[in-house]
């Protein structure tokens, strides 16, 4: 029986919107015997340039498989997605294969946080909260892509890509804010 082993176990990259992108998968069979006629179980997301049903592999033979990512408008951008596959055999031993694939965007927007205290909100002189501490990370990676304090005024801006990011608000003798905003293209985003 045939037993096929990939280069990798799990795929982490990333996908632009809007965009496909190929991705190169290698396969060996590593049995003893054929494999038999080799298919792929894909969401319906990920296509390939390779055909869906592959050729029997010899023992030692290997073949590459080209995966094609094509996100879909349900998907939030920065936010992975997360799941796996299979590469399957008639003869042997197939392979799954974890993903997450994080959808992402080339293009910018400006995010625009407007600090108030919502004790003073209401009042006549309502004043925003300036000298807080903005910081703005990306949601799939944690990674902080924007972080500075509040103008006079209550307000700190950023450009940043398109997508979903956690922004935490912090300001002396105040509650620590934390909440999901999306940034939109080509808009300030308040």
Known sequence: RGRIRTNTSYIKTTMTMGKSREYPLYIQNTGKGETGTITLALPSWIETVTPRQMPSLASGDSATIILRFVPTESMRLNVPVT?????????????SVSFQLTPVSEETGTLTVDVVD??????????????????????????????????????????MTEGWYSVTVDADNHESQTQEVMVDPGENNK
């Not at 799941?83 to 392979?95: L, S």
């Not at 925003?128 to 949601?139: C, D, L, Q």
């Open 83 to 95: 799941g796996h596959f299979g590469i399957n055999c008639t003869n042997g031993y197939g392979a």
């Open 118 to 159: 919502e004790f003073t909100f209401f009042t006549t002189e309502a004043p925003h909260v300036s000298m807080a501490s903005v910081k703005v990370k990306n949601m799939s990676t944690g990674q902080v892509v924007a972080q500075g304090v509040t103008n006079e005024k209550g307000t700190f801006s950023a450009e």
